[in-house]
């Protein structure tokens, strides 16, 4: 071969690669959207599988270098279902202003449903972009007098294996069945890494002020702060303080620690409603239903303290299921140490309807001094257990069959 052929054939080598670089550019993006759509309802589950909650493909118009889809979220805890939407790009693209990626998608936050910006003037949207190295990274915009003001990002690797970043919103609107939840000056972080198939790390989130319900009912809470640990024990602890017009409630701080609890099976057993001492029967069910939910779990009240105008509660304690124990609620083991002021103690037992007024709610909490089931003066204590069937307050064993109507 002589010289002429071998500089031909050198030549030929760089052309021959742009030329695949090119289809590449052309093909790929249509491969990407086709296996975008293929892999969405999987991805969709698995997002929303963590929150018990619903994330159903609605529609996806494909095109070459781009597609739009169309979701909705639903969740037991909202009253409405979250509307999303989609506008995606096919890759690969090098040096665009979304960087060196194969896949991007500009979601803007619903302004309908159960989820919405607050103020209502607000515009926010999430982008996801996924690199050219399989990194996804989700940033948050505020859209603002035509300009994207970025407000946050988190990064997860394309192992799954960890998720990292923060951000701060203006503000969102929760339709909650309880009544509306409004968040105001949110900051939300994380700081997760998943081992063995289970997440380990921190979840955050501090607000300046949230609202609950509306009008006259509705609660005013200064300063609400919420951290999530998830390890080998589960650990919440809140910290709040909250006004209801003249009333008020706080400041409050609780410390919530569980392990192998399943909290939407326990919230089923109860029904969707709270115990009711005054119900026998009825406490007797959900207690039948609360230990087959809890089966071995363990949830442990390290502490709770809460300030009231009436005076202030401490409570701690602990809730278990076990197996080595008949079946029904004689499985629950339960231990609680309870002090709170006496004003306070008055309006537990008219708010639990015991009673219906304070002279009642008095003569009880003196018989129950007299009972020695409590203690103190100004400021009362109990404790409680709940071992093997057999319920003891305050050292006194209780004859709890009784106390729960007797046999069903």
């Not at 010289?3 to 993006?29: C, D, T, V, Y």
């Not at 919440?236 to 399943?262: C, F, K, M, N, Y």
């Not at 089966?295 to 303290?305: F, H, V, Y």
Request: aromatic share 6%.
């Amino acid at each position: 071969m002589n010289r002429s052929a071998r500089l031909l054939q050198r030549a030929a080598w760089p052309l021959w690669g742009l030329l695949l670089l090119i289809l590449i550019g052309l093909f790929a993006p249509r491969q990407i959207g086709r296996l975008a759509e293929q892999s969405a309802p999987v991805v969709l589950a698995e997002l929303a599988r963590p929150g018990q909650g619903q994330l159903r493909q609605e529609a996806w118009q494909r095109g070459w270098w781009g597609s739009e889809a169309h979701f909705v979220y639903t969740h037991p805890l909202l009253r409405e279902p979250i509307p999303l939407g989609a506008e995606m790009h096919h890759g690969p693209w090098l040096g665009s202003q979304l960087g060196l990626g194969w896949f991007a998608a500009r979601i803007p936050l619903p302004v309908q449903g159960g989820f919405t910006a607050f103020p209502a003037e607000e515009r926010m949207e999430a982008e996801l972009v996924i690199d050219l190295f399989g990194q996804r990274t989700i940033t948050l915009w505020r859209l603002r007098a035509g300009q994207r003001i970025r407000t946050g990002r988190f990064r997860l690797p394309h192992d799954n294996r960890e998720l990292v970043g923060e951000t701060e919103l203006p503000g969102v609107l929760l339709k909650l069945q309880q009544g509306d939840l409004r968040l105001a000056e949110i900051n939300l972080r994380a700081r997760l890494t998943r081992e063995a198939s289970r997440w380990r790390g921190t979840l955050g989130l501090d607000a300046r002020r949230a609202g609950l319900g509306q009008g006259e009912h509705g609660w005013l809470i200064e300063q609400p702060r919420a951290e999530l640990t998830l390890g080998e024990i589960d650990q919440l602890t809140l910290h709040w303080s909250a006004s209801q017009g003249i009333h008020t409630l706080g400041p409050l701080e609780t410390r919530l620690r569980w392990h192998g609890v399943d909290w939407s099976a326990l919230r089923a057993s109860l029904g969707g409603r709270l115990p009711r001492l005054n119900n026998p029967q009825r406490l007797r069910q959900q207690l039948e239903r609360f230990s087959l939910a809890i089966e071995t779990g363990e949830i442990l009240l390290d502490t709770l303290r809460l300030e009231t105008p009436l005076g202030k509660l401490h409570a701690a304690g602990m809730l278990r299921g076990r197996n080595d124990a008949p079946a029904g609620w004689q499985r629950l083991h339960a231990e609680l140490r309870l002090s709170m002021d006496r004003a306070l103690m008055l309006q537990a037992f008219r708010a639990s309807r015991w009673v219906d007024n304070e002279r009642a709610a008095t003569h009880l909490l003196d018989t129950l001094r007299e009972q020695q089931l409590i203690s103190g003066e100004d400021n009362v204590h109990a404790s409680l257990s709940l071992w093997e069937g057999a319920l003891t307050v305050s050292g006194r064993v209780m004859p709890i069959d009784t106390l729960l109507g007797g046999e069903p």
